[in-house]
């Protein structure tokens, strides 16, 4: 493969990184949900779990067609569907229409989630260049930087003047990745079709079983900084700081990028299973911090949140790749199962975040869910570190 092709694809990288999808309404979410839309705290939770639960069910369904129709193709169809979904959230501002938009949004992103990440795995691990990649995606999180901190402040400027202007700016962000993706993105090498009669002989119990504490390890990185996420704002609100948020985002993704950059100079120093053991320790750590009662305390927690939220998605989206059987033509199927298991969890999450929050006050819901996503993090990494000693999983060079 000429180094030509290697080049469009850490164009496309750092493309899809610098357009970050929903990089204006994540900053505000809640708020568009609470003041334009009119949900209850409550009923963000209930839409936002929905979602999830939505993309359990479509996940492996999904990835199968994109492996067996055409990665990019699929990729491509769910990106329009996205859009319409996005503008279905402007048009209905009500709880009907949310939950129009979660049944859109979520069959839409289960047929994109993997195929990206599948199709430039498998060109980069073809050319000997997963380091190269590993590189890349850090390298990508730091140069995002500027524009990162740019967009998350004038996110807020926009919602202040009017509450659809961010979602708007998103939606122009979606269709310039839309088009990176036609120009810039390559279907698989030697990548055909996959006939159904195959699926038997691809897939086996000792695969599954590889790939599935990773996955479940993975998951769960996502879903403690997803859930804590989602109570960033509501925070900000209960101790009635709420007017700092947006500079303090902004800060967020200063940690975030300077992270994600050291990350790419260093990440060689340490094993992967080091890697695993100190994320999760870390990221554990700080979700159980946000239940103090005391801002400059969860403040620093969601910083420190940060700094790891610059790390784990791209060593995420190595390791996940790396358990799974270089030989499968089932990849993007495989790592839609990894998605199904973060959406069960996440929906699970923030469905039991709606309803905690009817029965507990905040920073008690957020360390019930903290303790329980700790232990069985901890648990998932015992299983995986007694499965690798006794070689009954395999990490694939």
């Known amino acids: 493969m000429d180094k030509k092709t290697i080049t469009k694809h850490k164009l496309l990288i750092y493309l899809c990184t610098i357009f970050n999808f929903e990089v204006f309404i994540g900053p505000i979410l809640v708020f568009f949900y609470t003041k334009y839309m009119g949900l209850s705290f409550s009923q963000y939770?209930?839409?936002?779990?929905?979602?999830?639960?939505?993309?359990?069910?479509?996940?492996?369904?999904?990835?199968?067609?994109?492996?067996?129709?055409?990665?990019?193709?699929?990729l491509l169809i769910s990106q329009v569907f996205?859009?319409?979904?996005?503008?279905?959230?402007?048009?209905?501002?009500?709880?009907?229409?949310?939950?129009?938009?979660?049944?859109?949004?979520?069959?839409?992103?289960?047929?994109?989630?993997?195929?990206?990440?599948a199709l430039i795995f498998e060109l980069f691990s073809k050319n000997n260049c997963v380091n190269e990649l590993e590189k890349t995606y850090a390298k990508s999180y730091s140069i995002s930087l500027?524009?990162?901190?740019?967009?998350?402040?004038?996110?807020?400027?926009?919602?202040?003047?009017?509450?659809?202007?961010?979602?708007?700016?998103?939606?122009?962000?979606?269709?310039?990745?839309?088009?990176?993706?036609?120009?810039?993105?390559?279907?698989?090498?030697?990548?055909?079709?996959?006939?159904?009669?195959?699926?038997?002989?691809?897939?086996?119990?000792?695969?599954?079983?590889?790939?599935?504490?990773?996955?479940?390890?993975?998951?769960?990185?996502?879903?403690?900084?997803?859930?804590?996420?989602?109570?960033?704002?509501?925070?900000?609100?209960?101790?009635?700081?709420?007017?700092?948020?947006?500079?303090?985002?902004?800060?967020?993704?200063?940690?975030?990028?300077?992270?994600?950059?050291?990350?790419s100079k260093s990440k060689n120093k340490l094993s992967y299973k080091s890697i695993i053991l100190l994320l999760s320790s870390f990221i554990g750590v700080s979700f159980i911090g946000m239940s103090f009662n005391n801002i400059i305390v969860?403040?620093?927690?969601?910083?420190?949140?940060q700094v790891l939220r610059g790390i784990y998605p791209t060593f995420s989206n190595i390791i996940k790749n790396l358990y799974i059987n270089p030989t499968t033509k089932f990849r993007v199927t495989y790592l839609s199962y990894a998605s199904f298991i973060s959406a069960i969890f996440s929906g699970l999450m923030l469905a039991l975040s709606s309803l905690l929050l009817k029965y507990f006050s905040l920073l008690n819901s957020i360390k019930i869910l903290s303790i329980s996503l700790f232990l069985i993090l901890l648990v998932t990494i015992i299983i995986h570190n007694i499965l690798i000693r006794k070689n009954i999983i395999k990490l694939y060079n």
């Open 45 to 74: 939770f209930f839409i936002d779990g929905l979602i999830f639960v939505l993309l359990a069910l479509f996940e492996i369904p999904s990835g199968y067609i994109a492996d067996k129709f055409g990665r990019k193709k699929v």
């Open 82 to 117: 996205i859009w319409i979904s996005m503008l279905v959230r402007i048009l209905i501002p009500s709880f009907i229409g949310a939950l129009i938009f979660a049944i859109m949004y979520a069959l839409s992103l289960a047929m994109s989630s993997g195929n990206v990440n």
């Open 146 to 263: 500027i524009s990162t901190i740019l967009f998350v402040s004038l996110s807020s400027i926009l919602f202040q003047y009017n509450m659809i202007l961010p979602l708007i700016f998103d939606m122009l962000f979606l269709f310039i990745n839309f088009i990176a993706n036609i120009f810039l993105l390559k279907d698989n090498l030697n990548y055909k079709p996959v006939k159904k009669e195959n699926l038997q002989k691809s897939f086996n119990k000792n695969e599954i079983l590889n790939v599935t504490p990773i996955f479940i390890i993975t998951s769960l990185w996502f879903v403690i900084t997803r859930v804590s996420f989602s109570y960033y704002q509501p925070i900000f609100e209960n101790f009635n700081v709420e007017k700092y948020y947006g500079f303090v985002f902004a800060l967020f993704n200063v940690f975030c990028a300077v992270s994600s950059y050291i990350y």
């Open 298 to 305: 969860i403040i620093f927690m969601i910083f420190f949140q």
